[in-house]
Each structure stands twice: as C-alpha cells, then as structure tokens.
Nanobody, 114 residues
Framework: QVQLVESGGGLVQAGGSLRLSCVAS????????MAWYRQAPGKSREFAAS???????GYADSVKGRFTISTDKSKNTVYLQMNSLKPEDTAVYYCHAVTTTAYWGQGTQVTVSS
C-alpha cells in the first residue's frame, strides 16, 4: 500500500505561482511512476505532468513551459511548481503513483483569480 498526501494548494491571482507537494508513505520505494492530474468543476480529470523513476518527465500541452514536476527521493516527495498561472488552471490537483497498483491522493484545491 502507498499513501499520498498533497499540500500547497490555495488562492492565487493570475500570473502568480504555487508549488504543490505530494508526500508518499508506505511502500514508497515500490513507486515506478508519479504524476499530477487535475479536475476542474464539471470536467473530467485530466493529466498535467508526470515523472518516472529514472527522471523522465512529461507534460500536457496546456501546462508545458509553465509547470515543472520534480522529486526529492530522500523525502519521498514529488513537487509541481506552477508558474504563470491562469484562471483555467483552477482545479483540484491530485497526486498519482503507480507501483503494480495505482494510487491517488485526496486532492488539493488550486484557485486562480482573474
């Protein structure tokens, strides 16, 4: 089992920045892949960014160049640095981890005001 706890969400003005954190516990050493997804009101959950165990990253086109995903393996933590935020980035952001099973955090709200 892996437990994921997100933090760092909040209210920010357009153009501002936030950094989300996700701490993994339990069998964190078994994690092969981590990602951030987001779900805006009335919309489906969508992929935002990912990072593999080897450090290969991937980004949705909508966040490329503005968001950066990174990890601190010593802290079993994955981060999402979000810059140049837009109102359309408003969503609940979820941490996702994969071992042989997929795990999700509880989500953290990000609200970007215009």
């Amino acid at each position: 089992q892996v437990q994921l706890v997100e933090s760092g969400g909040g209210l920010v003005q357009a153009g501002g920045s936030l950094r989300l954190s996700c701490v993994a516990s339990g069998r964190a050493l078994m994690i092969n892949f981590m990602a951030w997804y987001r779900q805006a009101p009335g919309k489906s959950r969508e992929f935002a960014a990912s990072i593999s165990r080897s450090g290969i990253t991937g980004y949705a086109d909508s966040v490329k160049g503005r968001f950066t995903i990174s990890t601190d393996k010593s802290k079993n933590t994955v981060y999402l640095q979000m810059n140049s935020l837009k109102p359309e980035d408003t969503a609940v952001y979820y941490c996702h981890a994969v071992t042989t099973t997929a795990y999700w955090g509880q989500g953290t709200q990000v609200t970007v005001s215009s």
